[in-house]
């Protein structure tokens, strides 16, 4: 039987109690999928962090005082140092693993006119690729919906 976020958990033997606290709310974060000449931006996680090596959609936390598009943009210009447009924003995706549960917000941008090419400042690689690649390469979990969701949006 599924239960709420605010509702605890008690397992029933009266001789083997168990109490679960109420599940965490997500914590917002967000990506973009960076469009240039027909390839996507995908960026590869340095090895001394969570999920070290596989490769993700630029972005990070929203914190408590941004909408998840003030996030995204002050997230690519503090990880890519580019400023980007948004184009299209894509049905958010909630991800659960032990460490936490996120609400992933993913938006497909461009890179504005007046920016600079990305450059990896947080993250150890980037890659452009065809959009037909992007579910070939190793993804952090929570970017494979995300790589669903783009693709079926494509003409």
Same mark, same amino acid.
């Given at each position: 039987?599924? +239960?709420?976020?605010?509702?605890?958990?008690?397992?029933?033997? #009266?001789?083997? /109690?168990?109490?679960? #606290?109420?599940?965490?709310? #997500? *914590?917002? @974060?967000?990506?973009?999928?960076?469009?240039?000449?027909? %390839? @996507?931006? *995908?960026? /590869? $996680?340095?090895?001394?962090?969570?999920?070290?090596?596989? =490769?993700?959609?630029?972005?990070?936390?929203?914190?408590?005082?941004?909408?998840?598009?003030?996030?995204?943009? %002050?997230?690519?210009?503090?990880?890519?140092?580019?400023?980007?447009?948004?184009?299209?924003?894509?049905?958010?995706?909630?991800?659960?693993?032990? +460490?936490?549960?996120?609400?992933?917000?993913?938006?497909?941008? +461009?890179?504005?006119?007046?920016?600079?090419?990305?450059?990896? $400042?947080?993250?150890?690689?980037? +890659? =452009?690729?065809?959009?037909?690649?992007?579910?070939?390469?190793?993804?952090? !979990?929570?970017?494979? !919906?995300?790589?669903?969701?783009?693709?079926?949006?494509?003409?």
């Amino acid at each position: 039987m599924a +239960r709420s976020a605010s509702t605890p958990y008690v397992y029933p033997n #009266p001789y083997f /109690q168990i109490h679960i #606290p109420p599940l965490n709310s #997500p *914590i917002p @974060v967000c990506c973009a999928l960076i469009e240039k000449a027909g %390839r @996507v931006l *995908i960026a /590869q $996680r340095p090895f001394d962090k969570h999920l070290g090596g596989l =490769w993700e959609f630029p972005g990070g936390k929203i914190e408590a005082d941004e909408s998840p598009t003030e996030a995204l943009h %002050r997230e690519i210009s503090e990880e890519l140092g580019c400023i980007v447009q948004i184009t299209t924003a894509l049905d958010p995706v909630v991800h659960a693993d032990p +460490r936490a549960t996120i609400e992933l917000h993913p938006f497909i941008v +461009r890179l504005a006119t007046e920016s600079l090419a990305p450059h990896a $400042r947080e993250h150890i690689a980037l +890659r =452009w690729l065809k959009p037909t690649e992007l579910s070939k390469a190793t993804l952090a !979990p929570a970017d494979v !919906p995300v790589v669903e969701s783009y693709l079926q949006q494509l003409p």
